[in-house]
């Protein structure tokens, strides 16, 4: 686990935000869009780790 202190921006495609829990299941928390911007905003604030993972298709930093 680490911190998250990115926010991303789609630039086309969708760019998804899950957990992946103890018996290997993968629990979506979110989609963003083509020109939507994502982040795992909970890490972000409190600037702790969290269990989030993003998986993009083309995003920008």
Not at 19 to 41: C, R
Request: net charge negative; charged share 25%; proline share 3%.
């Amino acid at each position: 686990m680490k911190k998250d202190d990115t926010i991303f921006f789609v630039l086309d495609g969708t760019l998804r935000s899950f957990t992946v829990d103890h018996d290997g299941n993968e629990h979506v928390m979110q989609f963003a869009f083509e020109s939507h911007w994502i982040s795992n905003l909970s890490s972000f604030i409190t600037q702790r780790p969290e269990k989030c993972l993003l998986s993009p298709s083309r995003i920008v930093r």
